[in-house]
């Protein structure tokens, strides 16, 4: 038997293009080196998934070619997610900043969604199913040999779609066999790293960091490339948060990262207007209008916080606005792929054709989702892309 396709990964991407390319008629064939289709969206928005966003447009992403994208999203916009989702019984309800979530918040019935369309349309789906390679034969047929139960088998396909995702995370099955059959078919690779991912700060100033484990602050955080504004939240380890995991994708080892505690106010407005009523209270008293007791008490190693406000010297006041305002913190490193939600890098666009996602140098292999060198922000974008990819790919097979 030959497949019309054969799609490697049931995740996001593999699913929904197994889904779309059955439903046009074609014979197709899931592999999942999993026991489970669907593994991260499973995981997804602590179990509730954020399936798409709202708010997404190419400007969420990151990649060497950022109008890559556009031509995907032109083809499956986040109207037609949330339309595919509402069909089958799954209605959104937004969140926070645009990420839609199902009203029952429970990434499972998303999951359902696919394995019963796979089923409706005999689309056939493999768990435990390991590829171990992809090669086309004389006859520009493709072999994919893939292992289960400790046999070898291999299945022929006219096409294959590479949906296998990327390096993070290892307890999911995370794997560079799409890279690596990337390489094998001479296509260029963008260096990868991890994304969205928490951030680690070690030396001197580890032990202040760790003590604050636990609390969450409002900010604003940037560095020379972007900002957000969001929550940051202390751990044992450094620092994580939305807004942290935000800015990972943008960060590069060495940098600065630069911390507005208190973004829409001026500490120096505070101060003068305190000063104005007296300044009898202390800068403590201050503070803890804005932040946590415990917060403010760590300030202790940078600012005078039991000086009256009156007592201030200028000095003083332009340091206290500078530490709330500009807040500099030198990241180590991060916490990597298992703490990473995506992987930065991949498949260079250059070798994709936009409007299919086919390679532009092999006829009949196609890259979606996670390994391609599109990165989305959090907040559902990156199953946006998910989405989008798979149904390009099935449109194209």
């Not at 032109?74 to 037609?80: I, M």
């Not at 680690?200 to 504004?229: E, M, P």
């Not at 000086?307 to 030198?330: G, R």
Request: charged letters at 25%; hydrophobic letters at 40%.
């Amino acid at each position: 038997m030959i497949y019309d396709a054969v799609i490697i990964g049931a995740g996001a991407c593999g699913l929904m293009c197994g889904v779309q390319a059955a439903a046009l008629g074609k014979k197709i064939l899931i592999l999942e080196k999993n026991d489970r289709a669907g593994a991260k969206i499973l995981i997804s928005g602590g179990g509730r998934c954020n399936y798409t966003n709202l708010n997404s447009t190419s400007e969420n992403f990151i990649s060497e070619d950022k109008a890559f994208c556009e031509e995907v999203f032109k083809q499956w916009t986040v109207k037609d997610s949330i339309d595919f989702f509402d069909r089958n019984g799954i209605v959104g309800k937004e969140k926070v900043l645009g990420q839609l979530f199902p009203q029952s918040n429970n990434a499972k019935d998303v999951v359902a969604i696919f394995l019963n369309l796979l089923k409706k349309y005999k689309a056939e789906l493999r768990l435990n199913a390991l590829v171990i390679k992809v090669s086309k034969n004389e006859n520009q047929i493709f072999e994919s040999t893939y292992e289960i139960n400790g046999r070898k088998i291999e299945v022929l396909s006219k096409t294959v779609v590479m949906s296998s995702g990327g390096l993070p995370i290892s307890k999911l099955g995370a794997s560079d066999f799409a890279l690596r059959t990337a390489r094998f078919f001479d296509l260029r690779i963008v260096n990868t790293a991890p994304a969205l991912v928490p951030l680690t700060i070690t030396g001197k100033d580890k032990d202040w960091f760790a003590a604050l484990a636990g609390n969450s602050i409002y900010c604003k955080v940037s560095n020379q490339r972007i900002s957000f504004h969001e929550n940051i939240l202390f751990t044992h380890w450094g620092l994580s948060g939305p807004a942290i995991l935000q800015l990972s994708s943008y960060w590069r080892a060495g940098e600065d990262i630069v911390i507005d505690l208190l973004p829409g106010a001026s500490m120096s407005t505070i101060i003068a207007q305190e000063r104005d009523s007296g300044g009898k209270r202390l800068l403590q008293q201050i503070l803890q209008e804005h932040f946590t007791k415990k917060f403010v008490e760590s300030l202790t190693k940078f600012l005078p916080i039991d000086k009256k406000i009156a007592s201030l010297s200028k000095a003083e006041a332009k340091l206290i606005n500078s530490t709330i305002h500009h807040f500099k913190v030198k990241p180590a490193g991060d916490k990597g792929y298992d703490k990473a939600e995506v992987m930065r890098g991949g498949v260079a666009t250059e070798e994709l054709n936009p409007r299919s996602l086919e390679s532009i140098k092999i006829e009949g292999l196609f890259f979606g989702g996670e390994c391609v060198d599109v990165t989305g922000w959090l907040g559902g974008y990156n199953f946006q892309w998910a989405w989008a990819s798979g149904y390009v790919i099935a449109k194209n097979l």
